[in-house]
Structure formats: C-alpha cells, structure tokens
C-alpha cells in the first residue's frame, strides 16, 4: 500500500514564498498566521514583527519599490487587515508592488459572525490590483503566484491574498498543488516608433525644453537611460522629490533651484514616470506655461492625458528605459544650448538665499542651519545614506537641503503624503540596502506616529539615524511661554508637547538617544549617530516658528500663508482661479 505524504497549509504557503524569490517579510502574527510566519522563518524567510500593521505595511511598500519586486506583508484578520488598508492604499497610489496575506476565519464559519470576521475580499477589492481567496487549499500556490506576479507587472500596485485558518492548518498532497519557480522580471513593451518620432521633433522644434523625472523612473531602474539622454542632448531638468538621484543633484543641467521660473517658460516637457496630480499642479497655468507641449512617458495608457487631454497625442507608452532609449536614438544628433541666462540666474540667486538661511548660526536652531550641520557630517563621515523624510515644513525644506546623487536613495511621504511611514521605510531600507544607513529627517508630529517601530529596528538589529526636528507642534509649532498652566490660552490644534524628550524612547527600547539644542551639540550628536551602527534618535530642540511665515524657496511643497490660526498649503492653493477682480 503507497504511503500518502501530506503538507501542511503553513509549510505550502512558506514554501510558495520562498520559490517566487522572497526572503524578507513584514508584519504581525496572532491567531491563526502564527504558523505561517514560523513555517517561514524555518524555510529561511526572515520574518520582520513590527508592533502595527500599518507601519509593517509601509516597510513592505518601501522595500518593494527599492528591490523592485513585491514587498510582502503578514497580518491577522479583521483589525490586523483593516490597518494593513493604510499600506495598500499608500502602494496604489505610489506604484509601489505589495503582496499583503491576511488571515482569515474558517471557511465554514463564513457569514456566522466568527472570530475577527470581516469579508476582506470585497473590503480590499477597491484598493487593490488583485484580491482573492483559494478556492481550496491546493490552489493556494498558483493564487499566491498570481497575486505575486500582479502586484508588479503592468503598473505596479497592491494585491491581496486571504488565508483561512482551516487552509493554514490543514494538509495537503503536493502532487495536487502547482510547482512554482522564482519568479521574472515583468515583461518590457517599448513606444510606438511613429509616436516616439513626433515626440522627438517636438523637442528638437522646442525653445525651451524640460525633462521632469518622476519616481516611476527611479522605481524603474532607468538611470543609466536617463544620464545618457540628459548628458548627450544638455536638456534641462527637474527631479520630483522621490525622482531626486536619478541625474545627480549636482548636474549643472538640474534646475530644481529655479523649479518656478523654469516650470513657466518651457514650452516642451518630457515627463519620464511621473504624473500629471497635485505634485505636478496638474500640469496647468499659471504653474505650466499655456499651451505646453507635454510628452508623457508611462507604463499606464490609461494615465496619458490624465489632467492634460489636449496632450494624448504626444504621449508614449512603454517601459521607461526602453522608451528613454528610444527617444534618445532619435536625438542622437540633437544638442540643447539656449539655456536662458534669466532662468541660470534665477537658479544661483535661490541657491545663494537657501545658503544664506543654512548658514544663519542665531539660536535656536533652525531647519536650514541644523539640515546643514547634519549634511556636514555625512560629508565628513563619508556615510552612504538612504534619506527618508516625512514631516510638513520638515520634509519640505529637507527635500532641497540634501543633495541626492544616486537614485532610490530618497524616500518621503510620496503621493499620498502619508504621514507614519518614517520608521517603517527606514526598516524597509536597512534591510532592502544594508550597505547604506537610513537617515531620518523626521517632523515631531510624523514621528510619533510610528516611534513604537524603534524597538522593531533594534531587536532587528537594524541600525539607523534618526533626527526628530522638534518644534512643538504640527506645521508651525507653539512658545511654551505662550501657554504656560497659568495663561488661561488654551492650546491650538496643533500643539503637541514642550520639548519632549523622544530620544529617551530610544533609550528605553536598546538604541542611543541624543537631545541637541546648539549647533555643537548636533554636530557631536550626528556624528555619533552616523558612525556609531546602533539605532539612534537626535532629539534636536528647533525655533517653534510660531509667528513667523515659513517658505521654502522654489519648492514644490512650499509652505505659504501659514498663519496662528488658518494654514494652507501653498502647492494646493496655486492652481486656484483668481477672483474676476483680480484678473
């Protein structure tokens, strides 16, 4: 009589990971993922717990968008998928590819009210790529695969696979379920050779030609495409802030420094992986020059024209780096060099402001000087770095103040201006790129929503820099004399508390915490954080900035008319009409 030989549900589900190629997941476990996540862990899968969903979410998007393949993220059912929702929505809208597990009730307690029951399926269904449940527990490789391979084919984004308790626990013959291999890089398409003709001539016809480098394009790994188009044709350009590196910052053809000025007068813009929303202004006057020509480079069709119809005719459907290479065998002989001397000194009379702020020594300290000192000590300790920043006035100023020369070595609250993510990306990067260190420019308020994630990167052993610009509130922060128990001033909404101490959070969990209020102190501070392979926290004590008006020089998040008790941002104001009488 043959010996049946059966597998348990967990083991299948490891084993379907670890043949599509992954080696890393995030999440949390509880009843009834728990095997899974051992079954993984003794398949030689390095299972990282956080202690929230979302943060395990945003790592996974993070680490998906730096390797280029799926991030994968492991949560219990009910509550643990419904904060999970917080990273799928983030990787929709930022391209970013996510496999997300979610564990389940029994199959036959369906609809009876069980444990943490919710139909995640149908929840998810909106805000995902793909999201589905095995029909039975021998599909559970070929659904896995499927939503595996989904997640970052095509445009890339989120899917979802459900996991019922009854399927983790039970058995199965292997010779029912499907053999799965690791998996391959998503097929390439490239451009219509008429379209890319037309494209071409556009530029080489053009008086001012731009070319806008989004984040698709760093996701994309078309650096090498890129450089080769900018070097051999001299066109401008201008980073978005999670295009940054690409071409280096320090190119002499980078305009980011005259982004306004620059945005105004091009009448041709080559936009490579980046779309036409609120980052961009829409791609509309006054920000844009009437009537530019646009030529949108995406994976998508269905993006071209988004926001900007009159342009469907320009644009160029492909992938990124077959599409740049395209374009650049059809300029091959085209040279750009009617720079504007206007729009260079407009560049160098910003650059000169924004030195002049990092420069200013008053106390207290200030973001721009304090961003300075931290750039110094990078640059003396000759740190590879991955910079992530979240944050408002934080991460706007920061996006300028540090020079990114590598693709994917910049990460911010992205397109959905997520605030939380910090934490998780920097976890994401430490172990996505572990001969780089995360470095955290962080807001006070965007800190707090994930410093619990400190303990996850120390008992990971996952090192990395941390520095909590501390204002005292949200945007602009509040004087403590203002508010003190005996003023009667009740507190603002976006008060948070005087000077707290987040480096002694560090302390407490196993890293190193510093709390900075001179410029000699962060110096010192940075220093030991850059260099000292531990999970650290700078605390730096900076200007409240409560009545003053912050912006950021040519910046496309600048802060503007931030008063004590209305803010608006400036980006979201710039495209309103102007009233009849103002016309």
């Known amino acids: 009589m043959a010996l049946t030989i059966s597998v348990a549900g967990a083991k299948l589900i490891a084993s379907s990971l670890y043949d599509l190629g992954v080696r890393v997941i995030f999440g949390i476990v509880g009843i009834p993922v728990i095997e899974v996540a051992d079954a993984c862990i003794e398949r030689g899968i390095r299972f990282i717990s956080f202690r929230n969903e979302q943060s395990a979410s945003y790592a996974a998007t993070a680490y998906g968008y730096l390797t280029g393949k799926p991030g994968v993220c492991l949560v219990v059912g009910g509550p643990g998928v419904l904060h999970a929702i917080a990273g799928i929505g983030n990787s929709t809208h930022n391209c970013f590819p996510l496999l997300v597990l979610g564990g389940s009730s029994e199959s036959h307690q369906v609809y009876k009210g069980a444990f943490q029951e919710i139909d995640q399926v149908s929840t998810l269904t909106p805000f995902t790529k793909f999201a589905g449940r095995p029909a039975s527990l021998s599909l559970l490789p070929s659904t896995i695969e499927k939503a595996y391979r989904l997640a970052y084919y095509g445009r890339p984004g989120a899917t979802y696979i459900d996991l019922p308790a009854d399927y983790i626990q039970g058995r199965v013959d292997p010779s029912e379920t499907q053999q799965l291999y690791p998996a391959s890089a998503a097929p390439k398409i490239a451009a219509d050779a008429a379209r890319v003709k037309k494209a071409a001539q556009l530029i080489r016809n053009a008086q001012l030609p731009l070319v806008i480098i989004g984040k698709g394009a760093a996701y994309g790994q078309a650096e090498g495409a890129i450089r080769e188009l900018i070097d051999k044709s001299s066109i401008p350009f201008l980073p978005t802030p999670m295009g940054k590196g690409i071409v280096p910052d320090s190119s002499p053809l980078n305009f980011a420094a005259a982004r306004s000025a620059i945005l105004r007068t091009s009448d041709v813009i080559l936009l490579l992986g980046g779309r036409l929303n609120w980052i961009l202004h829409y791609g ?288 979201l104001a710039s495209t309103k009409k102007k009233p009849l009488s103002k016309l």
């Open 284 to 571: 509309e006057p006054p920000k844009f020059k009437e009537g530019v020509k646009i030529i949108q480079v995406d994976i998508a069709s269905e993006e071209i024209g988004n926001n900007n119809s009159s342009n469907v005719q320009y644009g160029l459907v492909g992938d990124i780096q077959l599409v740049t290479r395209q374009l650049s065998a059809e300029l091959q002989d085209y040279r750009f060099s009617s720079i504007p001397s206007a729009l260079i000194e407009t560049r160098e009379k910003n650059l000169a402001a924004s030195e002049k702020k990092a420069n200013h020594t008053a106390m207290p300290l200030t973001y721009q000087h304090s961003y300075k000192i931290i750039k110094d000590a990078i640059r003396a300790t000759k740190t590879k770095v991955i910079y992530i920043s979240e944050g408002a006035n934080t991460m706007d100023i920061a996006r300028s103040a540090f020079d990114v020369e590598e693709p994917r070595q910049r990460l911010d609250a992205g397109t959905m201006a997520t605030m939380g993510v910090g934490i998780g990306y920097a976890i994401a990067a430490a172990v996505a790129c572990p001969d780089h260190l995360p470095v955290c420019i962080e807001g006070d308020s965007a800190f707090g929503f994930s410093a619990m994630e400190l303990e996850t990167a120390t008992r990971s052993n996952l090192p990395m820099a941390i520095f909590v610009m501390n204002n005292n509130g949200v945007y602009h922060g509040v004087e403590p004399t203002a508010y003190s128990a005996t003023s009667g001033n009740p507190l603002p909404s976006t008060a948070l508390g005087f000077e707290t101490r987040y480096d002694l959070i560090a302390e407490a969990v196993g890293g190193k915490g510093f709390v900075a209020r001179t410029a000699k102190e962060l110096k010192k501070a940075a220093t030991d954080a850059l260099t000292n392979r531990a999970v650290t926290v700078v605390n730096v004590i900076i200007d409240p900035g409560a009545k003053t008006k912050l912006v950021c020089l040519d910046c496309c998040c600048s802060l503007v008319g931030l008063l004590i008790v209305i803010q608006e941002f400036g980006w």
